[in-house]
């Protein structure tokens, strides 16, 4: 079946049986063994990523970190995976650092992001000895370094410019980060990265060991990679003082999350980026710094399926067919927020060889805007079908809510057989465990 072999889980195949199977494991007896909705990560899958996107960059480009953007999710199991696999971790809070050092990610390969990271974040950064801040601001140049002065300590940083690079419009505006009218970064068209750079040098706390980009999530062609890291490069050439130890062109490396999306692979994103990187350094006479890659969708993305049974079905003859499942924008909110598209297959009738009709299927929350998906081709569907939602495993649940005080769902991972839980499904009672 198409939609299994492109948009599914490696490990995902339909048994002679017509049964849906992931890492080993039959999703309908996890639907009944843990009920719905819950999501399922494949594991080898997650593994087989961190290996690729390794053996891509460092054939071309030896000194490469890569590091897992933790924001697509974070969490404790991941990052056993992530840790096992040699990859470092780009946090944005102090939540997503405490995990990190807690999970034993060595905090030489943490990189704290964020545009506003609070003066007890930074404090907790440097507790914990990071020596890769992202500086985002003016302000957090300057708070930064009397900090570190306080603590008698020269911190290393690198900063984050915005270098214009203009993306198609396949990525959303909110998810487009690296041009000028965005609050992100130094920008080098206003000369702010100049002032930020002549700054840090006359800052005795702050030492500027690398620079850091981000264009923005997904990024569907390897061509803002190039322009990016070529306009970086020509203008950090100019700072004859400046050792650049790291230099970092972000993550958004983009995946099919339905089967007519064409993405870059791997292979492509690494000879973009590796080429690029050496021709630029070598064209300037620039020594070769490591080079750090921020994948968190890509790695955790595809990797993951959204599982829901369908409850209430309306149908609007000549109108449109609504099927209700008991989750939506709650555990996704993506759909609403970004208009993301997915796939979904009914995993009871994958043998339905009959004509599909048009569905829409929607969320349990109370807004006409909790639209999972419109207009998909399924086969009839009946209540208690049970439905899965691929490439589901990044900006999920980690942006999940407790809207309509519904508690979030259970997060299971699969391999070899065998399944376990990665995060409990919440209960009503820690929904409204901190009221007062
Ligand atoms: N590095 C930095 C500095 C980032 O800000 C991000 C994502 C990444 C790396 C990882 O990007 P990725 O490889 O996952 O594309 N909620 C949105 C995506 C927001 C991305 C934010 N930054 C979505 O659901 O599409």
């Not at 900090?147 to 690079?165: C, F, G, K, M, T």
């Not at 060991?209 to 264009?215: E, K, P, V």
């Not at 109108?319 to 995993?347: F, H, Q, T």
């Amino acid at each position: 079946m198409e939609v299994i072999e492109k948009v599914f889980p490696n490990t995902s195949e339909i048994t002679s049986l017509g049964k849906l199977e992931i890492g080993g494991c039959d999703v309908q007896n996890l639907a009944q063994k843990y009920g719905t909705p819950f999501y399922i990560f494949d594991s080898e899958h997650i593994e087989n990523v961190c290996d690729t996107y390794n053996t891509e960059f460092i054939s071309r480009y030896q000194n490469t970190q890569v590091v897992y953007g933790s924001k697509a999710f974070a969490n404790k199991s991941i990052f056993k995976i992530i840790l096992d696999k040699g990859l470092g971790a780009d946090v944005v809070s102090g939540g997503e650092l405490t995990l990190a050092i807690l999970c034993g990610i060595n905090p030489e390969k943490i990189y704290f992001h964020g545009n506003n990271k609070t003066e007890i974040e930074l404090k907790l950064a440097q507790e914990a000895g990071l020596s890769k801040i992202v500086v985002d601001s003016f302000h957090e140049l300057e708070l930064l370094n009397s900090l570190s002065q306080n603590n008698y300590v020269i911190q290393d940083i690198l900063i984050r410019l915005s270098p214009a690079i203009e993306l198609d419009e396949r990525t959303h505006k909110y998810t487009t980060t690296g041009i000028l009218d965005s609050k992100f970064g130094f920008a080098i068209d206003n000369g702010d990265a100049e002032k930020a750079i002549n700054l840090i040098e006359s800052m005795n706390n702050l030492n500027l060991i690398g620079i850091h980009f981000h264009l923005g999530s997904p990024i569907f062609s390897i061509v803002p990679y190039v322009l990016g890291i070529k306009k970086v490069i020509e203008f950090l050439s100019q700072f004859k003082n400046l050792k650049l130890k790291e230099f970092s062109p972000g993550g958004g490396f983009a995946v099919p999350y339905t089967i007519e999306d064409k993405t870059p692979s791997v292979k492509e994103y690494a000879e973009a980026i590796c080429n690029t990187l050496n021709e630029s350094l070598d064209f300037f006479n620039m020594p070769k710094p490591k080079l750090i890659i921020e994948p968190g969708r890509a790695i955790i993305g595809p990797a993951g399926v959204a599982i829901y049974s369908v409850g209430a079905i309306k149908n609007i003859e000549n109108v449109r067919k609504y099927i209700s499942v008991d989750g939506g924008m709650g555990d996704n909110i993506r759909p609403a927020l970004y208009g993301a598209k997915y796939e979904a297959v009914v995993i009871n009738r994958l043998w339905d060889e009959r004509p599909k009709e048009k569905v829409t299927i929607v969320g349990r929350y109370c807004e006409s805007g909790d639209i999972l998906i419109k207009d998909i081709l399924l086969p009839e569907i009946k209540s208690g079908d049970i439905i899965a939602i691929p490439v589901s495993g990044a900006y999920s649940t980690s942006m999940a809510s407790n809207y309509n005080m519904i508690p979030r769902p259970v997060i299971i991972s699969v391999k070899d057989g065998m399944d376990s839980i990665i995060r409990k499904r919440e209960s009503l009672s820690d929904l409204f465990k901190m009221d007062v």
